[in-house]
Structures are given as C-alpha cells and as structure tokens.
C-alpha cells in the first residue's frame, strides 16, 4: 500500500507535537511544520520531517505548500491545521492590532493554505482536512474574545467548505477540544503584554483579583477535567483514517457538557453558567 501523506501545522509542542510522532508510529508519512527554525531544527533531530510554516506570512504559506509536494511528487493525502495562539484581555481592551494579528494566524493563515492544497486534492479524487477548533468555538467565555472569535468564524468557514465542497471526495473536519495540556497559556503572555493596556482598563480589579494570577501561575497545576494530548490523538486518528469520518470531534468532558447545555437552555440560563465559568 502506498503510504499515506499528511501535513500537520503548530508541531512545535502540545497537540502538533504529540499527532505528529503518533502519525509517524502510524505509517504515516508526516510533515510536521512550525514557525519558528530553532524548533524545526528540533523536530528534525526527533526523527521528523519538518520545515517552516508561519500562517502570518502568505509567502511562507506558499513555500510550505510547495515544499510539501516537491517532497511527495504532487500528492497529498491529509491536512492538519493545528497552529493557533490567544491574546487574552476583555473585549473592550483588545486594540485592531490584536485582532488584526490573531486573524492572520488563526483563520486567514489556515484557510490561505487549505486554498492553496485544494486543487492538488481535487486531481487526486481524494483529501481530508481537520481544523482544530475549540469548546471555545462554540461557546464563549470572559477574556478570552480575540481567540474565541477567531474559533467561531474557523467553524463558521468550515462549516460552508464542507457544503460547497459536497461530492468532491473531500472531508472537511472539526475538532474541538476543551482543556488539553499545551503552553497556550504561556505563549499568550507576550501578545498580552505587547497589545492589551489593563492598567487603564475600566477593569482593572478584574486583571487585578482575577485575570493575572491565572494568566501568570506558572505552578503546573491542572486544570479541571484537563486532559493529556493523548485524548486529541485518539480522535485525529479516527478523523483521518475512518472511512467516514465524523464532522465533528469532541475532546474532554466541557465540550461535551456545554454541547449538551447550548443546545438545551435558553442563551439567559446559558449566560448564567458562562458568567461563573
């Protein structure tokens, strides 16, 4: 049997790093992309094949994309979008720049290079695609509206792909984990820092009290119902090697409770739970 080919972005660590070494166990034939060239450089001595990819850039989305069928001959099988980041902060303390930024990467960036491999899977008669989105995706929660708005406007783009591209052969998939052990946290500290001016905010006691401790705890410390990156691997593998595959996968207890809660209160009673989440 030939062996499969897939494209995984975000490898860098968490739910990237954890698929792409699983896929590879697999049989799979992986490029495992990140942006910057120091983890490339990592992921290369761990036995993968990597090279750079930053949704920020449309030039490095279009030499990723050609570097990936200079190496396969024209042919790919499956496409990973994983690399995502947060920029947290109220709503009304997120400047343009912040939401101009985090829509680069997290939607623009994604669906530039789903648009650039859909001819290549049109030829071919075949692909699957699965876009990481989040519990986030579908419901929302304080402080966190610059990532969670580009994870509704991800579902909502996927979500008219897979009709339009209805009969093609071509899957378009969700994935949407809720509390999954990564360094997003952690890595949204700096765009936090650059972009959101909470010393001025009407708000403040809110970053005071409530906001900054969790941004900044560094103890380690779980959090409730959180789950090992194993969890998001388990429904990747179902996604992109069932013969029909799923929509959409949920991934940890919330995203099935708040499935489950949206579609059964009123928004007012849903508001209530969210206000104290």
């Not at 339009?164 to 994935?175: S, Y």
Request: proline share 4%; hydrophobic share 40%.
């Amino acid at each position: 049997m030939t062996q499969k080919t897939i494209l995984m972005t975000g490898c860098s660590s968490g739910i990237g790093h954890h698929a792409a070494h699983a896929f590879a166990k697999r049989g799979w034939r992986v490029f495992a992309t990140c942006r910057k060239p120091e983890d490339v450089a990592r992921l290369q001595e761990e036995g993968l094949e990597s090279f750079v990819l930053d949704y920020a850039s449309e030039q490095s989305v279009a030499d990723a994309v050609a570097e990936t069928l200079e190496r396969t001959g024209g042919t790919l099988d499956a496409l990973f979008n994983n690399g995502a980041y947060a920029c947290p902060g109220l709503v009304e303390d997120l400047p343009r720049a912040a939401l101009r930024e985090i829509f680069e990467v997290n939607l623009f960036g994604q669906f530039d290079l789903i648009n650039r491999l859909l001819p290549t899977m049109r030829a071919q008669g075949h692909g699957r695609i699965v876009n990481n989105s989040s519990v986030l995706g579908f419901i929302a929660l304080k402080f966190r509206g610059a990532y969670i708005s580009t994870k509704f406007a991800l579902e909502g783009m996927t979500d008219t792909m897979r009709l339009e591209l209805h009969g093609e052969n071509i899957d378009l998939i969700l994935l949407e984990p809720g509390p999954i052990t990564s360094k997003i946290r952690a890595n949204s500290i700096p765009h936090f820092e650059k972009h959101v001016n909470w010393q001025d905010s009407a708000h403040r006691d809110f970053y005071e009290n409530t906001a900054l401790p969790r941004l900044y705890d560094d103890s380690g410390k779980k959090d409730r119902f959180e789950l090992s990156c194993e969890a998001t691997t388990d429904k990747l593998v179902h996604a992109f090697e069932a013969p029909r595959p799923k929509a959409r996968y949920f991934v940890t207890t919330p995203t099935y409770m708040m499935n489950f809660f949206k579609r059964l209160l009123r928004t007012r009673a849903m508001d209530s739970i969210l206000r104290k989440a």
